[in-house]
């Protein structure tokens, strides 16, 4: 029999690390090749790492709730033959200093919170500190309850620290949704499919609105990524709709539709979530008249579509009640100017508003 250690593997996209969510197996329990061992719970998604060993789990590092750094062990086997690993990643859990059992990190956390952690009782295996402990320790002197960070959480929040060096404006126009109204009851669907039809439309003959900012050039992508806001309990997912000017307004909302079970499931790929060229966000789902959408990242333009309701508008004259929206255009003022904004807005508005136009979108 031979030790083996299983690190935390590579889980793609620029992760660095996995949240373990629950254990499917148990130490001592004896596992097969590509069984799965661990639910874990990343930026992207929850994921099951299967085993890379037919063998005895010895021991599962690590504990629900705790993240795990890439590289990090996570399990360790005994299986038959072969050569004991050649670096021994279990000294990550090892104390550095001190009578307390913890890892470095924690160590470091402690120090930087101002919690002695000699002081701290640990809940994990063999009374180890974990990084939860500390942070209650720290916390319980307060009159405030802290709210752990989710992996999801986490990546929203860097995303919108990297956002904020892109000089984003925002332009709005309200549209009579009278024609969409009737347009999408007799499809059968929701607006947001026909919404992005007609922004595919819209991307056709203004190309900027489909485009990023490059370091040295402006780049157009040539096809329509539609990145969808899907609100999940796990945070706020960008799933894409790729290659949305090819699709019908049928398959774009059985698509939408996909996308949506899998983002709160939490069983989408890194394919599903990544590649977006526009960023569509309905907020008028949850009530909301209008807003000021963050871009997503990659993206220039984010267009938010608000409640569609009864509201008073002038119509040849006369103050009528119609059902209308509030559309929101927020743009990266580097690759567009509010002119050209303003211009794919207005484009999108009247088509929206006219029956024929709309009936002109591939079904």
């Known amino acids: ?3 083996r250690v299983f690190v935390m593997p590579d889980l793609g996209e620029g992760l660095e690390e996995g949240r373990i969510v629950r254990w499917l197996v148990a130490e001592g329990a004896t596992v097969e090749l590509n069984q799965p061992l661990v639910e874990v719970e990343t930026a992207k998604a929850l994921v099951d790492i299967p ?3 037919a063998g005895q789990i010895r021991v599962l590092h690590g504990s629900g709730g705790e993240d795990v750094k890439v590289g990090a062990p996570l399990v360790t086997f005994e299986v038959t033959g072969g050569a004991v690993a050649s670096t021994d990643m279990r000294s990550t859990e090892k104390a550095s200093s ?4 913890t890892t470095p990190p924690v160590r470091k956390l402690a120090k930087d919170l101002g919690v002695d952690i000699e002081t701290v009782r640990g809940t994990g295996r063999d009374s180890r500190v974990s990084e939860e402990d500390v942070r209650s320790a720290a916390a319980g ?7 752990e960070l989710t992996p999801v959480r986490r990546a929203i929040a860097a995303n919108l620290e990297l956002q904020a060096t892109v000089p984003q404006v925002t332009t709005f126009r309200t549209a009579d949704c009278t024609a969409l109204k009737s347009f999408r009851e007799e499809l059968g669907v929701s607006p947001l499919p026909i919404v992005v039809a007609a922004l595919c439309r819209v991307a056709h003959e203004h190309p900027l609105i489909n485009a990023r900012w490059s370091s040295d050039a402006i780049l157009a992508a040539n096809a329509v990524n539609a990145g969808l806001a899907i609100d999940t309990e796990r945070g706020l997912v960008v799933a894409v709709v790729r290659h949305a000017h090819t699709l019908g307004i049928a398959e774009i909302a059985a698509e939408s539709a996909r996308l949506a079970e899998g983002a709160r499931a939490g069983s989408l790929t890194a394919n599903d979530l990544s590649g977006a060229t ?3 966000s309905n907020t008028g789902s949850y009530g909301s008249e209008a807003g000021t959408p963050i871009l997503s990242p990659g993206t220039s333009v984010t267009l938010a579509i608000g409640v569609i309701a009864e509201r008073a508008l002038v119509i040849e004259g006369k103050v009528v009640a119609r059902p209308a929206a509030t559309l929101s255009l927020t743009f990266d003022h580097r690759v567009l100017d509010g002119a050209a904004a303003g211009r794919a807005l207005t484009e999108l508005v009247d088509l929206l508003q006219s029956d024929d136009r709309l009936r002109d979108l591939p079904r």
């Open 141 to 147: 002197s307060t009159d405030v309850t802290r709210i």
């Open 98 to 101: 001190g009578s307390v059992a």
């Open 1 to 3: 029999m031979a030790e």
């Open 278 to 280: 526009i960023a569509i």
């Open 51 to 53: 085993s890379p060993f």
